[in-house]
């Protein structure tokens, strides 16, 4: 069973953290997307990577970075969190190509106080 | 990046059949339409995807009209567990490496007993 999973399912940070959300493929995928879901705003693309150390900004990538060192795992980082990045975070992965499908992660929900 | 136009939401009864429409008037002659669901707690998983012809699979159907402009994704027979946001997404064709995966709205299906 192909699986995309993230480190955590519900974290609670102080504002100011520096906070890590973790994500793992195990399908050799290339392509890996961090996005976050928020009422009202429905998913929103915040970085994307094609390949090993490769990423590209999505929509908003304010306040964001994040990190490709293996192939499997694509990590989200907030530098500094505040209390407006409190949302639910999903990751997904894809082989290339405007046909492939996506798998999704079951999402991390996010607390900044 | 071409958009997509959802209703914010729909209604149906269980075991009957269900067309969730999705207007895509700027599409190029590339991009590929794709819809995802996002059922409750979850991230979204694939449903289906076609360019010009009508496709079917286990899960779904997808009409897409003959200019392309809209397309339409039928649950034959809907169940309470088909109850979830329904999200219409355009696949560009650029570099397919790199080729980003951006969701609209969706619409909130809701199934009545």
């Known amino acids: 069973d192909v699986k995309v999973t993230q480190s955590s399912r519900y974290l609670v940070k102080r504002t100011g953290e520096k906070v890590f959300l973790e994500c793992v493929q195990d399908m050799d995928h290339e392509n890996m997307f961090w996005y976050r879901q928020d009422p009202g705003l429905g998913l929103r693309l915040i970085y994307f990577?094609?390949?090993?150390?490769?990423?590209e900004k999505g929509d908003i990538p304010e306040g964001y970075s994040v990190s490709r060192e293996k192939k499997e795992r694509f990590s989200l980082i907030l530098e500094s969190a505040s209390t407006n990045q409190t949302s639910m975070y999903l990751c997904?992965?894809?082989?290339?190509?405007?046909?492939?499908?996506?798998?999704f992660g079951q999402g991390t929900r996010l607390t900044v106080v | 990046d071409a958009k997509t136009t959802q209703p914010n939401s729909m209604e149906s009864n269980e075991e009957e059949p269900v067309h969730l429409p999705c207007n895509h008037s700027t599409i190029s002659g590339t991009d590929y339409i794709h819809w995802y669901r996002q059922l409750p707690s979850q991230g979204p998983e694939y449903v289906i995807h076609g360019l010009t012809s009508n496709v079917n699979n286990r899960m779904a159907s997808l009409a897409i009209a003959e200019d392309r402009k809209s397309s339409t994704l039928i649950l034959h027979r809907a169940t309470l567990r088909d109850a979830a946001v329904y999200y219409c997404?355009?696949?560009?064709?650029?570099?397919?490496?790199?080729?980003?995966?951006?969701f609209g709205s969706g619409t909130r299906l809701s199934i009545r007993p």
């Open positions: 997904a992965s894809t082989v290339p190509g405007q046909l492939a499908e996506a798998f």
């Open positions: 990577s094609y390949d090993v150390k490769m990423k």
């Open positions: 997404i355009l696949r560009d064709s650029g570099y397919s490496s790199a080729s980003k995966i951006i």
